[in-house]
């Protein structure tokens, strides 16, 4: 099957991956549409990093079957890794060479051709803003430079996809909308754009995002899809002085799953809104709050990947210690 | 130090940090720039910038590891440079790397830390114990720290810059590369610590962590921007946030950016942030682009800034990013 034909970039069917009796990946199933920006989000251990690592021909799979950029991940390997791009949080630069010398290094390891390989500098060079600095050492390069210099080498070859692992740690939020920015470019130009992240407002710029825990694909959707219908639990947010002793008295509530301190504010995950409103209410107001006006909010993102998790656990024992 | 009087804390009224005019230089740069904060006692106080803009600089002279070039800094009263031997016995400091040695076990590491602050023998097995149950971390002491997952190993190293049962706690950067559920758990030990009165200085470059904080201070090439309480600092904000939903979002941002400035455009997935002076303006002016492309409009509303939306519009101010 030729992913290119079929207009997906990445397609897996019942991909997995054990280390001895450890199933670190388990049968996981997904396509990823041409120029759509994928976010992979999941805990850490959870096999996010096998998962990549199987996508991008660096280990192969002990079960099921994947194609990335049309080629299969278990026969292809050296063609894929032609046809990705990667940048990790790490940015992979080398920090005494300056902005040109590590562009053309990144020239080299792809072997781009030397009639092309002027232009695919130059181009970089616009991208990322670095006119005035393409002599400069690239250790005094601030994170938001360095950043986009490094999606520019990962990108040099022109690769149909890209893996962006954690890529914004770190920068600051201006740089951080710009990067956006150029991934959307990106996305908008077929590129297809496959990004790790622990951070939820980062999560909320991807078109789909996938959750994984304990090896398995446990919520699929848009993030609008994701905190409407993924919960089966309610959120109500409220604000009071003392929020961490009002957490103690909300939680000895029935129908309270648990709160969390939210900004300044408490999130309280419930059973049922309509119920626990006028509870909270009632307790805190025992307890000499004034004006706390709890009120049923949509789940933040970061609301409905703890709830999917937490449901999960009660499912199951918690997951067994490992070390590799 | 002609200040050194004037600034010098009372007992009385004493704050848990206070630094005037705290400055560090490295050859050409000048990493923390005439910093002046102060941090009551009890407070959980936030330092946010991006990477390079001075915050583990700031704390390392806070910590008394770093002196600085100028200006001057105190921990509940000591002086960081002539009193940073005792500042260390009132301090935690937890530091990027968490100094865990990954081929001792987690109770290894807790002892080596015990015998390094000259924690008695009496009573330090029942120390230990109490900060590992506190910290959810009992069933693993006799795992190496080296096989720990990375919410564990950011416990750990909280449970060992507190064995000594310090009153102010530094931590840089604590939950860098930290999975929510984990960020969570580590929040709520930083709230029971609080309750404690622990005076915690906590330092981020993300800024929905940093509205957990009491309070926050904007740090950006080592020039503190700003200092406030979250909600106090949102008014820093210029303009209001109208959130528009439609059918092409991308295609959305293009038309804005093209209509109103590019600094004013936000695309976050889904949904695009239109920064305006005047929400009624914006609004129609929004709605009437979106008919006149033919993209259906979903939805329009003003939302509550982010303290991230604050932080960009107060660095836009200051001449951008990099």
């Known amino acids: ?324 | 130090m002609p200040f050194t009087s004037r600034f010098l804390p009372s007992a009385l009224t004493m704050d848990a940090i206070r630094t005037h005019n705290l400055t560090r230089r490295f050859d050409g740069l000048t990493a923390v720039d005439r910093l002046t904060i102060s941090v009551a006692q009890g407070e959980l106080f936030g330092l946010v910038g991006s990477d390079g803009a001075g915050k583990t600089t700031t704390m390392r002279m806070l910590a008394g590891i770093m002196d600085p070039t100028d200006g001057e800094a105190w921990v509940l009263g000591r002086h960081s440079v002539r009193d940073s031997e005792a500042i260390k016995d009132d301090i935690g400091y937890m530091s990027q790397r968490f100094g865990l040695y990954p081929d001792l076990t987690v109770m290894e590491n807790m002892h080596f830390y015990a015998d390094i602050y000259g924690l008695p023998r009496r009573g330090r097995a029942e120390k230990i114990d109490r900060l590992l149950t506190f910290s959810n971390l009992t069933p693993f002491k006799n795992r190496l720290a080296g096989n720990l997952s990375g919410g564990m190993k950011q416990k750990l190293g909280l449970a060992c810059a507190l064995v000594h049962t310090p009153k102010v706690l530094f931590l840089d950067e604590p939950t860098n590369g930290v999975d929510p559920v984990s960020r969570r758990d580590f929040w709520r030990i930083l709230y029971q610590l609080l309750k404690e009165g622990v005076t915690i200085f906590v330092t981020t470059a993300y800024l929905d962590e940093a509205d957990r904080c009491n309070r926050v201070g904007l740090i950006h090439k080592g020039k503190l921007l700003a200092c406030d309480t979250p909600v106090n600092l949102k008014q820093l904000m210029r303009g209001a946030i109208l959130e528009i939903r439609t059918s092409d979002p991308r295609r959305t941002a293009r038309l804005l950016r093209n209509r109103f400035s590019d600094a004013t455009v936000g695309l976050f997935g889904d949904r695009v942030h239109l920064v305006t002076g005047d929400p009624g303006t914006g609004e129609t002016a929004a709605v009437s682009l979106m008919s006149a492309e033919g993209i259906e409009l979903l939805g329009i509303r003003q939302i509550e800034p982010s303290l991230e939306d604050v932080f960009v519009s107060v660095l836009s101010r200051q001449g951008g990013a990099q």
């Open chain 1, 1 to 324: 099957m030729n992913g290119t034909e079929t207009g997906y970039a990445v397609t897996l069917t019942d991909l997995s991956k054990r280390f001895g009796d450890f199933v670190a990946v388990d049968r996981l199933n997904l396509q990823v549409g041409r120029g759509e920006i994928f976010g992979f989000l999941g805990p850490n251990g959870a096999g996010k990093s096998t998962t990549i690592r199987m996508l991008c021909g660096i280990l192969p799979p002990s079960g099921g079957s994947g194609t990335v950029a049309g080629f299969d991940i278990g026969k292809d390997a050296e063609e894929i890794k032609k046809n990705i791009g990667y940048m990790s949080q790490k940015f992979s630069l080398y920090e005494d060479l300056t902005v040109e010398e590590n562009i053309d290094f990144y020239s080299g390891i792809y072997r781009i051709p030397a009639i092309k390989k002027r232009e695919r500098k130059e181009w970089v060079i616009e991208m990322a803003g670095l006119r005035e600095h393409r002599s400069s050492r690239t250790a005094i390069l601030s994170g938001g430079w360095k950043q986009r210099l490094a999606l520019g080498c990962a990108i040099l070859h022109e690769p149909p996809i890209i893996f962006l692992d954690e890529p914004t740690s770190g920068v600051d939020p201006i740089s951080r909308r710009n990067f956006w920015d150029l991934i959307y470019h990106l996305a908008g130009q077929g590129v297809t754009v496959f990004v790790t992240t622990h951070y939820m407002d980062e999560a909320e710029y991807c078109d789909r995002l996938g959750l994984i825990y304990r090896g398995e694909l446990i919520a699929l959707g848009t993030p609008e899809e994701l905190k409407t219908h993924q919960m089966t639990e309610e959120i109500v947010e409220l604000f009071c002085d003392h929020p961490q002793d009002a957490m103690g008295l909300i939680e000895e509530l029935p129908g309270v799953r648990h709160a969390a301190l939210f900004g300044r504010g408490l999130h309280v995950v419930v059973e049922r809104a309509a119920a626990a409103v006028p509870a909270i209410e009632r307790k805190l107001a025992d307890a000499g709050y004034t004006a706390v006006q709890p009120e049923r909010i949509i789940p933040s993102l970061e609301d409905v990947f703890v709830s999917l998790i937490e449901a999960r656990d009660r499912q199951e024992a918690p997951q067994g210690e490992f070390s590799r």
